[in-house]
């Protein structure tokens, strides 16, 4: 794990985050939702969903695993019940699942979403806000995007707890304009003297 660290806001919640990298010309601030505790999950999800409320959502969907709590939380302050989830795991229930091609900068080998058929129905011609923890490349964003659409999901709204530097925004293109973040982040690059610069453009 490195030894540096970088400060961002996240809504009204400042946090250090640890910078490690990814491949010699490339680190990442890291967030990792799952480890970032309760109480700052809840206050998150509270600002997100105020942020995604004019939208008038029917159903939250997020992303295993980083977005889970994100969704949680989300749905909980909207005054929903009901979140979905796309997988990235097989599982028995998943067998004959709709699937999506994906590859995100922090893995290294393509992926798929699979969407539970059983659930096509909370989704179908409903409005729904996607949430993630972080919009990167935007590869997995405009993944889950492709999915929802081809199931007849109306995507409203994009909502995350950080975008990271900018190539999100040219992947995504007129979906850009959907998306929410309560912070931003850039990626980094070596400084060739055993730091980082930010790079906003990624």
Known sequence: MSNFTYPVSIGSQSV?????SLNPELALALLITV???????RRAGEELAQVLAPYEIDIVVTVATMGIPVAIE???ALGLDQYVILHKTPKIHLADAVSEKVRSITT????????????????????????DDVISTGA??????RLLHGIGANVVAIGAL???????????GDDAQRVHALGSIPVFRPDGAGGFVEDWRG
């Not at 480890?35 to 999950?41: L, S």
């Open 16 to 20: 250090e985050l640890p910078v490690v």
């Open 35 to 41: 480890d970032m505790g309760v109480e700052f999950m």
């Open 74 to 76: 989300v749905t909980r």
């Open 108 to 131: 290294d080998a393509d992926q798929r979403f699979l969407f539970d058929r059983a659930r096509i129905p909370d989704v179908a011609r409903k409005r729904v806000a996607l949430v």
């Open 140 to 145: 997995s964003t405009g993944a889950a995007l």
């Open 162 to 172: 950080v975008t990271e530097a900018s190539l999100w925004t040219r992947s995504l």
